[in-house]
T-cell receptor
Framework: AQSVTQLGSHVSVSEGALVLLRCNYSSSVPPYLFWYVQYPNQGLQLLLKYTSAATLVKGINGFEAEFKKSETSFHLTKPSAHMSDAAEYFCAVGGQFYFGTGTSLTVIP | GAVVSQHPSWVICKSGTSVKIECRSLDFQATTMFWYRQFPKQSLMLMATSNEGSKATYEQGVEKDKFLINHASLTLSTLTVTSAHPEDSSFYIC????????????FGSGTRLTVV
């Protein structure tokens, strides 16, 4: 069975501050892990994905995530938050894509 | 890149009627498509997995007769909400997988269904 847990349903950061969104996974096989962003009333946009290659994955819009097997984590980070980063973020584990509960990111000007 | 088109984006229907939502892979063949449901402020819940030419596999608790899924071609899957009720109002999202690669998932833009 596969699942992901996102710690913190709401995260607020100041503009320019570090963004850290947490995701822990559970998987009996080597996982494929994904981060998606969702803007209001829209579908999902892929930020980045881990597919057993490099453990540090760089995605779009300056986001990156590091796969840590020992911690079963795949946290999403961005060095400097922009106002446009305010959205809902979902961590997911493949193949059938079981999603975490999501983290709503608010960026404070 | 791979594109998945979902139509309609918004639909309002009366209770008791049926609504069909289409999910098309525009530039690739999708052997597998997935349907999700998302309630406000909540995560996406996988409803069913649809394989071309075979019956969909529904997640536990999803009514097969209520949510009819058809994947008649490699580029089209449809979700029909039958005899819709207000509690069926939700945001429905499809995704398509290109081939068997776990890397090739693309999501549609979603359909907001409101049943009045």
């Amino acid at each position: 069975a596969q699942s992901v847990t996102q710690l913190g349903s709401h995260v607020s950061v100041s503009e320019g501050a570090l963004v850290l969104l947490r995701c822990n996974y559970s998987s009996s096989v080597p996982p494929y892990l994904f981060w998606y962003v969702q803007y209001p009333n829209q579908g999902l946009q892929l930020l980045l994905k881990y597919t057993s290659a490099a453990t540090l994955v760089k995605g779009i819009n300056g986001f990156e995530a590091e796969f840590k097997k020992s911690e079963t984590s795949f946290h999403l980070t961005k060095p400097s938050a922009h106002m446009s980063d305010a959205a809902e973020y979902f961590c997911a584990v493949g193949g059938q894509f079981y999603f975490g509960t999501g983290t709503s990111l608010t960026v404070i000007p | 890149g791979a594109v998945v088109s979902q139509h309609p984006s918004w639909v309002i229907c009366k209770s008791g009627t049926s609504v069909k939502i289409e999910c098309r892979s525009l530039d690739f063949q999708a052997t597998t498509m997935f349907w999700y449901r998302q309630f406000p402020k909540q995560s996406l819940m996988l409803m069913a997995t649809s394989n071309e030419g075979s019956k969909a596999t529904y997640e536990q608790g999803v009514e097969k007769d209520k949510f009819l899924i058809n994947h008649a071609s490699l580029t089209l899957s449809t979700l029909t909400v039958t005899s819709a009720h207000p509690e069926d109002s939700s945001f429905y999202i499809c995704s398509a997988r290109q081939g068997m690669s776990l890397r090739g998932y693309t999501f549609g833009s979603g359909t907001r269904l409101t049943v009045v």
